[in-house]
């Protein structure tokens, strides 16, 4: 079956410009995970959604950040006024349960971001 | 909380030698782990992982990994690699029983020559 698909692949955009990324978890997958992958800070947790609870934010890096999921299915990562060291790969995750910490996570592709 | 330890950044080996990839953590409470591989351009797939159980755990592509709680360690090996396993090898783990996000170390390059 079709996997985690996120848009677009590619990004480029100009400094204080506002961007959007669009994940689209694997079918019936409850749980969503975003996170980022940059050459200095590796790889790491943004913010995470489960069904209907409240999701978790504790990684994301500035009020800058922002993310919603609509429906339970597709998510979207804001980025207002980016910043250079915004520039990463953001790659997104889903799972079909995100209780225990046995799930499998399942990624895409992941979106390159370079900001100008 | 949690960390995880890559220490080697680049792994250099011939084409059908075996190899280890050293993984470290460090928590406080019980973890799962997991090892993933990124190939260029592409995103993480799932090696293997480590629930519970046997501390031998066998993944894909010929790969296992064996968990040792009291040096906290997860290795990574493979008997024998091939071109094809040139890629970026991450560790990860999580929290048992609560909500499933990782930690991650910071990987290891994997580059296998003739």
């Known amino acids: 079956g079709a996997g985690v698909s996120q848009s677009p692949s590619n990004k480029v955009t100009e400094k204080g410009k506002d961007v959007e990324l669009r994940c689209d978890p694997i079918s019936g997958h409850t749980a969503l995970y975003w996170y980022r992958q940059s050459l200095g800070q590796g790889l790491e947790f943004l913010i995470y959604?489960?069904?209907?609870?409240?999701?978790?934010k504790s990684g994301l890096p500035s009020d800058r950040f922002s993310a919603e999921r609509t429906g339970g299915s597709v998510s979207t990562l804001t980025i207002q006024r980016t910043q250079q060291e915004d520039s990463a790969v953001y790659l997104c995750?889903?799972?079909?349960?995100?209780?225990?910490?046995?799930?499998?996570?399942?990624f895409g592709p992941g979106t390159r971001l370079l900001v100008l | 909380a949690q960390s995880v330890t890559q220490l080697d950044s680049q792994v250099p080996v011939f084409e059908e030698a075996p190899v280890e990839l050293r993984c470290n953590y460090s928590s406080s409470v019980s973890v799962y782990l997991f090892w993933y591989v990124q190939y260029p351009n592409q995103g993480l797939q799932l090696l293997l992982k480590y629930l519970s159980g046997s501390t031998l755990v066998k993944g894909i592509n010929g790969f296992e990994a064996e968990f040792n709680k009291s040096q906290t360690s997860f290795h990574l090996r493979k008997p024998s690699v091939h071109i094809s396993d040139t890629a970026e090898y991450f560790c990860a783990v999580t929290r048992t029983g609560t909500a499933s996000k990782l930690t991650f170390g910071t990987g290891t390059r994997l580059q296998v020559t003739l």
């Open positions: 959604f489960q069904g209907n609870s409240a999701p978790d």
């Open positions: 995750a889903s799972s079909s349960r995100g209780m225990t910490g046995r799930e499998t996570q399942y």
